[in-house]
């Protein structure tokens, strides 16, 4: 057996060229803003919801990696199953044989999703979206699928179909059929089905782009309709299931709510092998599969594969056990309760939203002239500027990890490891104060490097 790879003496001897590798051989985009935004940092290891440099400072993840790291990095529950499946050396992947790990992770994921009968197993959450617009296209018979302005379900061409931010869309067309619709807005969802022609609708409860919650009531009212018209509700649960609002899933917040596809993944992974869960109704299922001929009509090469498995069965074994829910709703009341108290302190703080560990930051227009001057002038040269001053000193001068919920959006977004505790809310909260009285004393670094921004900006027009 050869012994000649070192992964660990490879990264050692070629770790510190990692920005000029991502720039040379990947997109070269992502080192070039880094670099501007003063991102560049080299982290060394990582543990729960913080990283550590080579000088063991510590920074805390309010980012869990887009809401992959739901358990935090490296749970060593997971980590163990992840070593014990390796070690088991299983017959994997066959493709002609029924391992007992995928039927054991379905059996789990279903005893947390009631009304919902069958799983397909995929390696995203965009393969999950893909996987829901295919099974409710074939079991309608219908070509159109509705989707929420301002949603995000994916980046491949299904999914993108239903994506509705346009910058993402452009230039990528023809896409399937579809329409978007207004969050929450049933008129618009009524006018649409009585054309006869859509399968579903396809709804983030609540939306990550600007983190916007579908109004109360909404979700069911929408079922209803859907459901007159032989249309399927999809819930696209890939960054708001698994705990992260409060509850299982986001949309459980709500009565009655019974949605016919759910897509789940993210934080499934438990951050370490990528899986996609699309989870419906027996009839969908059967429908799609309705013969020995049709086995395959529908798969996933690495779909259910053991390492994936085994991850997920430690995830929600560790969710159970540590009781990950009750921690969100304790957690996520603190950081939005702390949050919203310091709405009347700060003129450039507009709004706080949210559920659980999902909480949206939002900027808005000052009163005072002084603030308000700044505030134009960033605004002209691009909407979102004053959310990365924000989200730039976080980092810089207190160590937290955070990110702008979207392009030309005046919001941050906080989707930290669903095992933040009270001193790590408390840590935030105290930044993030700093923060804001800075930006409020009107001068500083701060706005210094507001002038940066403004300067990049005008020179991408």
Not at 254 to 277: F, I, N, Q, R
Request: one cysteine or more.
């Amino acid at each position: 057996m050869s012994t000649e790879f070192d992964l660990g003496a490879l990264i050692a001897e070629r770790g510190a060229e990692r920005y000029e590798l991502h720039a040379k051989h990947l997109n070269p985009q992502l080192p070039r803003m880094l670099h501007t935004i003063g991102f560049d940092k080299v982290y060394e290891h990582a543990e729960g919801a913080h990283f550590f440099d080579a000088d063991g400072n510590d920074y805390l993840d309010m980012l869990a990696g887009f809401g992959v790291m739901g358990l935090g990095r490296h749970h060593p529950v997971v980590r163990k199953a992840l070593h014990d499946v390796l070690d088991l050396d299983l017959a994997d992947l066959t493709r002609f044989d029924c391992q007992p790990l995928p039927g054991l992770l379905a059996e789990r994921l279903l005893t947390h999703s009631p009304h919902l009968d069958r799983v397909f197993f995929g390696n995203s959450g965009t393969e999950a979206v893909e996987t829901a617009l295919k099974f409710s296209r074939y079991a309608t018979g219908k070509p159109r699928v509705l989707y929420c302005d301002h949603a995000f379900h994916g980046l491949t061409t299904g999914s993108l179909s239903v994506n509705g931010e346009s910058g993402f869309r452009d230039g990528f067309a023809p896409l399937l059929p579809d329409t978007a619709v207004p969050l929450g807005d049933l008129d618009a969802l009524a006018r649409e089905l009585a054309k006869g022609d859509v399968a579903a609708l396809i709804v983030e409860p609540i939306q990550g782009k600007g983190v916007h919650e579908a109004p109360p009531g909404y979700l069911r009212a929408a079922q209803e309709l859907l459901h007159k018209h032989k249309a399927l509700l999809i819930a696209d649960e890939v960054q708001t299931g698994l705990g992260r609002t409060g509850d299982f899933y986001a949309y459980q917040h709500e009565d009655g709510v019974e949605p016919d596809l759910v897509c789940v993944a993210k934080a499934l992974s438990g951050g370490y092998v990528p899986v996609g869960a699309t989870l419906g109704k027996e009839w969908i299922f059967k429908k799609v599969y309705s013969s020995m001929d049709r086995v395959l009509v529908h798969s996933a090469s690495f779909g259910a594969n053991a390492q994936a498995m085994a991850c997920g069965l430690a995830v929600l074994s560790v969710m159970e056990n540590e009781q990950i829910v009750a921690g969100v709703r304790k957690a996520g009341d603190l950081l939005k309760s702390r949050l919203t108290a310091l709405i009347d302190t700060y003129e450039l703080l507009a709004d706080v939203r949210g559920r659980g560990l999902m909480i949206g930051i939002e900027f808005g227009r000052p009163s005072s002239l002084k603030l308000r001057s700044r505030w134009t002038m960033l605004q002209a040269a691009r909407k979102g500027l004053f959310a990365q001053m924000v989200v730039v000193p976080l980092l810089q001068k207190h160590r937290i990890l955070t990110q702008v919920s979207g392009d030309h959006l005046e919001v941050i977004k906080l989707i930290p490891p669903l095992v933040v505790d009270e001193a790590d809310v408390e840590r935030f909260v105290d930044a993030f104060t700093a923060v804001m009285d800075d930006a409020h004393s009107g001068g500083g670094l701060m706005w210094d490097f507001g002038k940066t921004l403004i300067k990049q900006a005008v020179a991408n027009r």
